[in-house]
């Protein structure tokens, strides 16, 4: 095999670099701002983290209670301002009092006369400011009550109360109310491992977790570095991961692209969902992600792909171990539910199988937490339960990605497949001899992959369709001659060569007209690589040893290029060369298949196709034990002396 040239492998990787790189600027951009708080905590609960220090400086606020109570306290212990009267002319003048009292109104005027003297928990003021004591100052009730006098006796107070310069200086200390009650500086211990969250340790933990959510805007250059660096060793490990498993991922755009706007949608919109705190990233169906990636590619690259992304999640989204445990098992068990689904009966039966595993998953996590079932605690389930729903729009959205990205998933290579399909139905009634042989095909090819490793769906369609165009001259392969006359006998071997090659152009019109995806066109192009036509080729040699024309005996390629294109050369040149062999020994068809695959590799069918020369083998030793079984050959037990 030769291995692919430099320049291939650094288009591929310069290709994966610029769509790795607009994926890494726009999931950049949607992390929220600024850290994450990502511990779950409750009242009374048995703290299971390592010791927690403050990793930074934060304010402890006040609750609502708290800042209630010092409002109650302002107004409880209000400043009085008041404004001073001079009355002794105005009581001289207005009251008719005896001689004796007359000379009380100065003493009166002297010590003041309020309506009533404030509490000690008040500090007095004049209106200007000036601090007052009224503790030795009169009241008109007292007055009555010493001197007797009647109980319509009034007199005008000498210090009324301000009530406005009162309420605005009132205001003034409500507005100043601090909403924080200390500093703790970062560092401070704040839990030892094992603890118990008291009150005081809970209060702490809400005022950390707030200041880590209301302080988005303070994204420091070493986090933005941090996220930048994290961002990108996730798509070098991304990268390296399909160089060394995926090639034929990186190999074609198409499927790279797939690939790479189904993981980085994924990663998107889990991203955004965290900046509402109502929703939160737990919420987003990224069990989705993983289906779409099975469907496409594989089981293995679907769970990697799905490891990786909620790797990459976990250090920007709240409620890490929830986030973690939830996701990745949503994950895992989609994959093991939503297998060989093709019937909405099957897909609504294994959504609710899933839904009813990740309930029992929060149920675990809450009881492993001793959380209580709070409506805030709640929502997240029924988020995640409801976002689980979107399987049942599979089936059109695999259609989507079908049509926007022009791959082929399985359930489309199975519809392929059927052999009710028009195409097939149509190659069945008019070259019935092909018909079989593709059949046969496929069921070898289909073999040898389960064997090496490979897309045996994708495998067995292409197999099926390779021969296709046979169908426009049907009468000129031996297989659906059922006289003893050719038409080729009528033809030179020029023509005779022509019409056979012709079937690759006639099968790719075909397959276009029927829209058959360019993955199982593929098939049409390759599976005779750029052979020739050997039987008219010996042929005419024979007649014309001088000749230039022998190029037009050659097919005109490509040559395989997957490892599925080359296994269905092998099948095809088997099936047909085995099927010609009249004394079918086990010894001859053992030769022959030897003989075929030895031929095409001499003249190198397989150069440009991912296939080893360990899996060639295996292949070829595949192919003598089915078409032994096929042909029942006994195998030769030596005599008995």
Same mark, same amino acid.
């Given at each position: 095999m030769k291995a692919p040239n430099w320049f291939k492998i650094s288009e591929q990787w310069i290709y994966f670099s610029l769509i790795a790189a607009l994926s890494s600027v726009l999931i950049y951009l949607s992390i929220p701002n600024g850290a994450h708080f990502n511990y779950t905590y409750r009242l009374g609960q048995i703290w299971l983290e390592g010791d927690l220090y403050s990793p930074q400086d934060f304010v402890l606020p006040k609750s609502n209670q708290e800042l209630a109570a010092d409002r109650e306290f302002l107004i409880e212990t209000k400043d009085y301002y008041f404004d001073y009267h001079y009355r002794l002319d105005e009581w001289s003048n207005s009251l008719d009092l005896d001689s004796a009292l007359q000379l009380q109104l100065k003493s009166w005027q002297k010590r003041g006369l309020v309506a009533n003297i404030p509490s000690s928990k008040h500090r007095l003021f004049l209106a200007d400011g000036v601090r007052l004591d009224l503790s030795s100052s009169l009241t008109l009730e007292a007055l009555k009550a010493q001197y007797g006098l009647p109980d319509d006796f009034m007199l005008l107070p000498t210090y009324t109360l301000n009530t406005a310069k009162t309420d605005s200086a009132l205001q003034a200390k409500l507005d100043l109310i601090p909403e924080n009650k200390g500093m703790i500086t970062q560092g401070t211990l704040l839990l030892k491992q094992g603890?118990?969250? *008291? $009150? $005081?340790?809970?209060?702490?933990?809400?005022?950390?977790?707030?200041?880590?959510t209301g302080s988005k805007g303070e994204y420091s250059l070493r986090s933005r570095f941090g996220t930048g660096l994290y961002i990108l060793l996730i798509f070098i490990g991304l990268g390296y991961f399909l160089r060394l498993h995926y090639a034929h991922v990186l190999a074609h755009s198409s499927s790279l692209n797939l690939y790479m706007f189904t993981f980085g949608i994924g990663i998107l919109i889990a991203l955004l969902l965290e900046n509402f705190t109502a929703i939160r990233a737990l919420s987003v169906p990224l069990l989705l992600v993983p289906v779409i990636i099975r469907s496409f590619f594989s089981d293995r690259l679907a769970l990697f792909t799905h490891t990786i992304? #909620?790797?990459? &999640?976990?250090?920007?989204?709240?409620? @890490?171990?929830?986030?973690?445990?939830?996701?990745?098992?949503?994950?895992?068990? *989609?994959?093991?539910? #939503?297998?060989?689904?093709?019937?909405?009966?099957?897909l609504v039966q294994s959504t609710l199988k899933i839904?009813?595993?990740?309930? &029992?998953?929060?149920?675990?996590?809450?009881?492993?937490?001793?959380?209580?079932? *709070?409506?805030?605690?709640? &929502?997240?389930?029924?988020?995640?339960?409801?976002?689980?729903?979107?399987?049942?729009?599979?089936?059109?959205?695999?259609?989507?990605? !079908?049509?926007?990205?022009?791959?082929?998933?399985?359930? *489309?290579?199975?519809?392929?497949?059927?052999?009710?399909?028009?195409?097939?139905?149509? &190659?069945?009634?008019? =070259?019935?001899?092909?018909?079989?042989? @593709?059949?046969?095909?496929?069921?070898?090819?289909?073999? =040898?992959? !389960?064997?090496?490793?490979?897309?045996?769906?994708?495998?067995?369609?292409?197999?099926?369709?390779?021969?296709?165009?046979?169908?426009v001259n049907s009468q000129y392969f031996t297989e659906n001659q059922s006289s003893t006359n050719s038409p080729h006998e009528e033809l030179s071997y020029l023509e005779s060569a022509e019409i056979i090659i012709s079937h690759i152009n006639d099968g790719i019109e075909?397959?276009?007209?029927?829209?058959?995806?360019?993955?199982?066109?593929?098939?049409?192009? @390759?599976?005779?690589?750029?052979?020739?036509?050997?039987?008219?080729?010996?042929k005419f040699k024979e007649d014309h040893p001088d000749s230039n024309q022998f190029d037009q005996f050659q097919y005109p390629g490509p040559k395989p290029f997957s490892k599925e294109t080359a296994i269905v050369m092998m099948s095809d040149a088997v099936e047909a060369s085995t099927r010609s062999i009249k004394d079918k020994t086990e010894q001859n068809l053992s030769e022959?298949?030897?003989?075929?695959?030895?031929?095409?590799? %001499?003249?190198?069918?397989?150069?440009? %196709?991912? #296939? @080893?020369?360990?899996?060639?083998?295996?292949?070829?030793? =595949?192919?003598?034990?089915?078409?032994?079984g096929v042909y029942h050959v006994r195998i030769s037990y030596p005599e008995v002396d």
């Open positions: 603890a118990t969250i *008291t $009150q $005081q340790k809970y209060e702490l933990l809400r005022a950390l977790e707030f200041s880590f992304m #909620i790797v990459a &999640l976990v250090p920007f989204v709240s409620a @890490t171990v929830q986030f973690l445990s939830v996701q990745f098992f949503a994950g895992l068990i *989609t994959l093991f539910f #939503i297998r060989g689904i093709y019937k909405r009966s099957q839904m009813f595993v990740l309930l &029992l998953i929060h149920v675990s996590i809450h009881l492993i937490r001793e959380s209580d079932w *709070t409506s805030q605690s709640v &929502l997240p389930v029924i988020y995640s339960l409801g976002g689980t729903l979107i399987l049942l729009f599979i089936f059109p959205l695999i259609y989507f990605f !079908e049509r926007s990205f022009g791959v082929v998933s399985d359930l *489309t290579l199975l519809e392929l497949s059927d052999t009710n399909n028009p195409l097939l139905k149509k &190659l069945s009634k008019e =070259a019935p001899g092909t018909f079989q042989h @593709t059949m046969q095909v496929a069921n070898l090819a289909e073999f =040898a992959t !389960e064997l090496v490793g490979g897309n045996t769906l994708l495998v067995r369609t292409g197999a099926l369709y390779h021969d296709i165009g046979k169908v075909l397959a276009k007209k029927h829209k058959l995806p360019d993955i199982v066109i593929d098939f049409i192009r @390759t599976h005779h690589g750029t052979s020739r036509v050997e039987y008219f080729y010996r022959m298949i030897d003989k075929v695959i030895g031929h095409q590799l %001499a003249t190198g069918q397989f150069d440009n %196709a991912s #296939i @080893t020369m360990k899996e060639i083998n295996t292949i070829r030793d =595949a192919f003598k034990r089915f078409i032994r």
